[in-house]
């Protein structure tokens, strides 16, 4: 029904700067919040940072300053621009955004295969 493709990972310096992406495509209806969130190896999945349908924004405590979430509603595609990244930041990063499809009315949840961040000298 609803298929998020994340792009833009890769391996950086530290101090470094990448930009993600995720395109939301499928038999969409309306996005309400979409988010980024990563998961660094033997940890749990933790929220870096989400964006309402109006352009709110709320970050982790971690990424503020460094990090910029951003949406394009007519592209339905969502960014994250990561600056001054740190190796702790070495993570695979997953889009998610909530959904109203075409064919339910209900919002539900979608997520995205992820993408792997590495902050490496």
Same mark, same amino acid.
């Given at each position: 029904? *609803?298929?998020? &493709?994340?792009?833009?990972?890769?391996? *950086?310096?530290?101090?470094?700067?990448?930009?993600?992406?995720?395109?939301?495509? %499928?038999?969409?209806?309306?996005?309400? #919040?979409? %988010?980024?969130?990563?998961?660094?190896?033997?940890?749990?999945?933790?929220? =870096?940072?989400?964006?309402?349908?109006? %352009?709110?924004?709320?970050?982790?405590?971690?990424?503020? +300053?460094?990090?910029?979430? $951003?949406? #394009?509603?007519?592209?339905?595609?969502? @960014?994250?621009?990561?600056?001054?990244?740190?190796?702790? #930041?070495? $993570? =695979? @990063?997953?889009?998610?955004?909530? =959904? *109203?499809? *075409?064919?339910?009315?209900?919002?539900? #949840?979608?997520? +995205?295969?992820?993408?792997? &961040?590495? &902050?490496?000298?």
């Amino acid at each position: 029904q *609803v298929q998020l &493709v994340e792009s833009g990972g890769g391996l *950086v310096q530290p101090g470094g700067s990448l930009r993600l992406s995720c395109a939301a495509s %499928g038999s969409i209806f309306s996005i309400n #919040d979409m %988010g980024w969130y990563r998961q660094a190896p033997g940890k749990q999945r933790e929220l =870096v940072a989400t964006i309402t349908s109006g %352009g709110t924004t709320n970050y982790a405590d971690s990424v503020k +300053g460094r990090f910029t979430i $951003a949406r #394009d509603n007519a592209k339905n595609t969502l @960014y994250l621009r990561m600056s001054g990244l740190k190796p702790e #930041d070495t $993570a =695979v @990063y997953y889009c998610n955004a909530r =959904v *109203v499809t *075409v064919l339910w009315p209900v919002p539900g #949840d979608y997520w +995205g295969q992820g993408t792997q &961040v590495t &902050v490496s000298s």
